[in-house]
T-cell receptor, first 117, second 112 residues
Framework: EAGVAQSPRYKIIEKRQSVAFWCNPI?????LYWYQQILGQGPKLLIQ????????DSQLPKDRFSAERLKGVDSTLKIQPAKLEDSAVYLC???????????????FGPGTRLTVT | GDSVTQMEGPVTLSEEAFLTINCTYT??????LFWYVQYPGEGLQLLLK?????DKGSNKGFEATYRKETTSFHLEKGSVQVSDSAVYFC???????????FGAGTILRVKS
């Protein structure tokens, strides 16, 4: 079974530029998550999708971050304009669904390491 | 709000030593508890989990018991190997959306 795919793996941009990350979840997984992991900290949830609808985006900085999941499969996360403090690893995860504890297990992609200079 | 606190690292051990990494949580309900591991240059992998009080999760020689009375989920291994060197994250999930709330992570270094 293929895992969660993410691209690019690394990205270096200057502040005020824009950047986009792509995620392809495990086939059949209805729920998709984007996390931000700043160096030395645990991952923090940015946004959660159930199919193509948003479940939770309470910690997404909406003035600069946006995300979409068209057709309920792939997802993109965009930052525009980027700030120095956005330097982090952006992790995508997926799970079967939120219907019960048996379907909650999240599988993580390798992440995209973003450096903003 | 829900949170997870785990012991600060780095933890440095010799090969075959006993490992304990402490983890406590605060939650409004009855969350599921997890340990994730992140090896150098790799993504997060689920190590073990427990879904209710007194459950014991185990995998690859690691184990942790869900202690509701002390709100803890400490990770243990009887004999660590150099290959166990990684960052270990304790996490909880519960409530609407089952989102994961992570601790800050503990770096484990095992010397040969």
């Amino acid at each position: 079974e293929a895992g969660v795919a993410q691209s690019p793996r690394y990205k270096i941009i200057e502040k005020r530029q824009s950047v986009a990350f792509w995620c392809n979840p495990i086939s059949g997984h209805a729920t998709l998550y984007w996390y931000q992991q700043i160096l030395g900290q645990g991952p923090k949830l940015l946004i959660q999708f159930q199919n193509n609808g948003v479940v939770d985006d309470s910690q997404l900085p909406k003035d600069r971050f946006s995300a979409e999941r068209l057709k309920g499969v792939d997802s993109t996360l965009k930052i525009q304009p980027a700030k120095l403090e956005d330097s982090a690893v952006y992790l995508c995860a997926s799970s079967l669904g939120t219907g019960g504890r048996a379907s909650y297990e999240q599988y993580f992609g390798p992440g995209t390491r973003l450096t903003v200079t | 709000g829900d949170s997870v606190t785990q012991m600060e690292g780095p933890v440095t051990l010799s090969e075959e030593a006993f490992l304990t990494i402490n983890c406590t949580y605060t939650a409004t309900g009855y969350p599921s508890l997890f340990w994730y591991v992140q090896y150098p240059g790799e993504g997060l992998q689920l190590l073990l989990k427990a879904t209710k009080a007194d459950d014991k999760g185990s995998n690859k020689g690691f184990e942790a018991t869900y202690r509701k009375e002390t709100t803890s989920f400490h990770l243990e291994k009887g004999s660590v190997q150099v290959s166990d060197s990684a960052v270990y994250f304790c996490a909880q999930a519960g409530g609407y959306g089952n989102k994961l709330v992570f601790g800050a992570g503990t770096i484990l270094r095992v010397k040969s």
